[in-house]
């Protein structure tokens, strides 16, 4: 099967499914054989093995930077945190723009 770019999403949820589906439980014992299971198979193509390492990686990055929100958090209390004006309502902007494009 190919995977092409409208149907990635569905075949790697369904081979997520698949892999925890197949994952031995929790206090089993491993030296016990386990019985074959046939059945289909998916094969990933390299883009998709690299969206299901991109989309991990992601899942793994926190939501906010603690470093960085020390580092402003600091700069307010010493009374030296400026914000550019000019910078701020251009990204705004920007950010408005891409909204709409979206």
């Given amino acids: 099967m190919e995977v092409t770019g409208k149907n990635i999403t569905t075949t790697l949820e369904a081979y997520t499914n ?3 589906q197949t994952k031995q439980p929790a206090g089993s014992d491993p030296e016990k054989e386990q019985p074959s299971v046939k059945g289909d198979t998916v094969s990933l193509s390299k883009e998709a093995r690299e969206v299901t390492s991109v989309t991990q990686k992601l899942e793994e990055t926190p ?5 960085k929100v020390a580092e402003i958090q600091e700069k307010i209390n010493n009374g030296t945190y400026t914000v550019d004006g000019q910078k701020a309502a251009t990204n705004l902007l920007a950010e408005s723009l891409i909204n709409e494009l979206v």
């Fill in 18 to 20: 698949k892999v925890q």
């Fill in 63 to 67: 939501d906010i930077r603690e470093d």
